[in-house]
Every structure is written in C-alpha cells, then in structure tokens.
C-alpha cells in the first residue's frame, strides 16, 4: 500500500526562523512529489519535483528530492506570520496521488 | 480563467435528502478530482476522472455517486448520507491526467444531519 509521511507533525517557530520540513514516501510507480499550501480552504500549489537533486526555489522557500532515499525537504528561511499553513505533500504514482499526513506550521511574531 | 469553481459552497441535508455538488473548471484540464477532507486531516482521493472516464474509485460508498457529463464539469450526486460523512468537498483538476499539479476548487462544506 502507497505510503507517505511528513514530520514534524506540527511546528511553531517565530518570526525570522528558517524550517525544515520533511516527507518520506513509499509510492508504486513514483513519478513526482508536489507541495502544496493550504491556510483556510483550498490547497494551493508550491512545488512540483521529477528528478533528484535538483532544488527549486520560489522566494523564501526552496525544496529538493532524494529518489534514492525517498524523501523531500521544503525549506522555508526568514518565516512570516503568513507562512503559517498546514504544508501538504502529495507523491504521486501511475493513476494515483497520495497525501501525507500534514505539517502544521505555526509562525508567532 | 485558472479557476476551479465548485457549488454550493455550503449544504445541510438530511439522511435521507438527495442533493448534488458541482464543480466546473475552463482550464482545458483533463483530469478532475474529488477529494474529502476532514477537519485537520490531509485531503483524501475518492474518485478520478481522466478524460472523462473513471479511472479511480478509492472504495468509496455507493451513497456517493460521481458523474462527468463533459470535460468541464464534475458532479458528485450524495445520497442516504450518514453524519460521518459531514466534511469538505474538494474538486480539483490537472492538466497532465494524474500526475501533474492540482488546481482546487474552494470546496463544498457539507453538513448531515
């Protein structure tokens, strides 16, 4: 069965910290991992990752994929009380997409 | 238009009510998706349409009944509902069938009573 895990689980941090945040996955037929935002409604979209070992950036946020470890980490430098967001990783395989569980960021000024 | 647009954004009904929740997008997306959320819980995959056909039904009830009248539009036709299955509706598409990014509706929140 596809698995997919993030850790922490939950994280509070304040104003200026950067984070790290984790998911691991056991996917049948991989083919991506994307990271999604999603504050009061809707999940919006960060990152998509196909190949290993190439970071993507979008301002203060950047995210990697090991293929090989199979994991992702989606940083976050100089956090905001905006960044504060349940951060959803999806690993998709052939004909399916997986959530994980969630990491609930909480930013205090 | 990159919107995913999903009606009613609120319902309550009762057990035995039938009622429908609809989802459209113009984006010339391929894949559409419903999803059901609880609170503080990720998302979870109940049906994919690809190209107008299903192509994944992740076991859900038969109360739940998904119909793809064309590319554009999504209904999810609710029917002899339980409590438990108050939640959020989340429709969302892709461009790229299932494997590329997810456009979210704002989702439909459903209460049964």
């Known amino acids: 069965e596809d698995k997919v895990v993030q850790s922490p689980l939950s994280l509070v941090v304040h104003e200026g910290d950067t984070v790290t945040l984790n998911c691991s996955y056991e996917?049948?037929?991989?083919?991506?991992l994307l990271w999604y935002k999603q504050e009061k409604k809707a999940p919006t979209f960060l990152f998509m990752l196909?190949?290993?070992?190439i970071e993507k950036k979008s301002g203060r946020l950047s995210s990697i994929l090991d293929k090989k470890e199979l994991f992702s980490i989606l940083n976050i430098t100089a956090t905001q009380t905006g960044d504060s967001a349940v951060y959803l990783c999806d690993a998709g395989g052939y004909q399916k997409v997986t959530f994980g569980t969630g990491t609930k960021l909480q930013v205090i000024p | 238009d990159t919107e995913v647009t999903q009606t009613p954004k609120h319902l309550v009904m009762g057990m035995t009510n039938k009622k429908s929740l609809k989802c459209e997008q113009h984006m010339g997306h391929r894949a559409m998706y419903w999803y059901k959320q609880k609170a503080k819980k990720p998302p979870e995959l109940m049906f994919v349409?690809?190209?107008?056909?299903?192509?994944i039904n992740e076991s859900v009830p038969s109360r739940f009944s998904p119909e793809c009248p064309n590319s554009s539009l999504l209904n999810l036709h609710l029917h002899a509902l339980q409590p438990e299955d108050s939640a959020l509706y989340l429709c969302?598409?892709?461009?790229?069938?299932?494997?590329?990014?997810?456009?979210f509706g704002e989702g439909s929140r459903l209460t049964v009573l």
């Open positions: 969302a598409s892709s461009q790229e069938g299932v494997q590329g990014e997810l456009f």
């Open positions: 196909t190949s290993s070992g």
């Open positions: 996917v049948t037929n991989f083919r991506s």
């Open positions: 349409y690809s190209y107008e056909k299903l192509s």
